[in-house]
């Protein structure tokens, strides 16, 4: 079955970084576009960055152009997610998805295969 699991969220001030990992199983990581969302509660999953598996065009929410950068390695089946200049308002869940279409998809609704999500905390 399709796993994807999600590490490298923590504690962090305001202006660190981080780097999220997303290593999948299951699928042909190379045939499937990457995405990454992030949840806080009593809002909805926010769309974050993805990168597609054809060409690795990488497209970003507004929110986070200037400050994450999303990679892939698909020798290592895995997805990164490059956080820089974090903000107290960056603090969520922060989800990894797949899906099959070599495509920007900016909607959770795209995407197929989700993982478990890892807590990232900015502290101001």
């Known amino acids: 079955q399709v796993q994807l699991v999600e590490s490298g969220g923590g504690l962090v001030q305001a202006g660190g970084s981080l780097r999220l990992s997303c290593a999948a199983s299951?699928?042909?990581?190379?045939?499937?576009?990457m995405g990454w969302f992030r949840h806080v509660p009593g809002k909805e999953r926010e769309f974050i960055a993805t990168?597609?598996?054809?060409?690795?065009?990488?497209c970003y929410a507004d929110s986070v152009k200037d400050r994450f950068t999303i990679s892939r390695d698909n020798a290592k089946n895995t997805a990164y997610l490059h956080l820089h200049s974090l903000k107290p308002e960056d603090t969520a869940v922060y989800y990894c998805?797949?899906?099959?279409?070599?495509?920007?998809?900016?909607?959770?609704?795209?995407?197929?295969?989700w993982g478990q999500g890892t807590q990232v905390t900015v502290s101001s």
């Open positions: 299951g699928l042909l990581f190379s045939s499937h576009t």
């Open positions: 998805a797949a899906r099959s279409s070599s495509s920007c998809s900016y909607s959770a609704l795209g995407y197929n295969y």
């Open positions: 990168i597609t598996w054809s060409n690795g065009r990488t």
